[in-house]
């Protein structure tokens, strides 16, 4: 699958663009035109306050989705959950055991991943291997005077991982497409509003203050580079297997699905166990592991989210907006092109796009503000060919061990 220059539709970039820049008539004087761009990440608030407050600030946003409906308490037309959180299972509320630790700038952040069922199947429908980049993570972070809560940019993100859809999709459905990711982003901002301000009144403790922002942060992109670079960039790698599925007929089923990301979960292994003993090869002081127990279940696909502390500290080291950016989520799902049924599908983000794309000009800017050497710049070089062999290694230590007999070699798109 290769993404494809945008010709004739309505880019989905020029939906979310318009309008954000005003208007002259003739009278008005020549002016150069102001060039409107669009970043990958958003600031949504600034706490004072240290990194011995962020995990009771990422928890207080937390509980606001964990314990609310925000059908009822919003008015949004449907309801948010935490991902890892599944109190309606008869699961507890696990806290900060729902929210990712990734390595920043100065301390340990807090990942939280917003889930959205309607949402979440609007995009699916789109293609199942774009369940790897749903736009819903939130971070929060510090630097030692101020906590920030940062968010990936809903309308940015569908339009830089969405291309594919959009290139076959009307005007109309883009319109609609484009719409869903501006509901996204206006809903994140208001959930992590809420939450600050203690409306739903779930966690018992007081309203934390906050300053509003809307700062736009990572590489700044223009219309003309959206539909002329990117979509020409595959952001997706894609393994394809046939097998012994569990289904009538030996198809497969979402519980086959289940069944292969839990075998990547084993591969990646925990904090005690990681992937740097389960999976010969893998590249030194890695130490990948899997950020949950459990696969998150989106519609039709299942998530492992591999995390490796080593290359995490790497990508943060160049900003802690990149936060939202991590980890490495592998999707897991039956493949919908194959109308029998008989093959399952794993993908992936591809490592060069995030880091060539979400990260576009973060080395070169560390480099002339001198917070990188020019050997570090060289091993930045390599860092997306490193991650991609280890991501490789770990996938295909689970797909030749899988109960489900799984083919070797794969196919990859």
Known sequence: MNYSKIIGSVALSTLLLMGLSGCGSDSDPVVEEEVTTISPYQRVAVIPGTWDDVNAIATKISQMAIYSDESETLGYPTNWVIAG????????????????????????????????????????????????????????????????????????????FFLDAVDKSTDEENAVFAKL???????????????????????????????????????????????????????????????????????????????????????LGTDAATADTNVPGVSKDSAWRSGRPEPISIPSVKVVEACSPKYATKATALGNEYITALPCEITVYVDETDTTGQTLAISFLNPNFMFGTMFEGAVENAYNDAKLTKDEVIEYSTLADVVFGDLRLIVDAAVQGSALGLTIPHTVE
């Not at 390595?103 to 369940?131: D, L, M, Q, W």
């Not at 894609?238 to 591969?267: C, H, M, P, S």
Request: some cysteine; overall charge negative.
């Open 85 to 160: 959180a599944n109190l309606g299972g008869g699961e507890t509320d696990d806290g900060l055991d729902d929210l990712l630790p990734i390595p920043a700038i100065g301390g340990k952040s807090r990942v939280i991943e917003f889930c959205n069922k309607a949402y979440a199947t609007a995009a699916i429908a789109t293609g199942r291997f774009h369940g790897s980049a749903l736009p819903c993570e939130v971070s929060v972070h510090s630097d030692g005077e101020n906590v920030y809560v940062d968010m990936l940019d809903a309308e940015a993100i569908f339009n830089i």
């Open 181 to 267: 990711a501006s509901d996204v982003k206006s809903e994140l901002r208001g959930m992590i509003k809420s939450g600050l301000e203690d409306n739903n009144g779930a966690s018992g403790s007081t309203a934390v203050t906050y300053t509003e922002s809307t700062l736009a942060m990572g590489p700044k992109f223009t219309q003309e580079f959206i539909d002329n670079e990117i979509s020409l960039r595959n952001p997706y790698i894609i393994y394809k297997y046939t097998g012994n599925g569990t289904g009538e007929g030996g198809v497969f089923t979402l519980d086959d699905a289940d069944t292969l990301a839990r075998e990547i979960i084993a591969k």
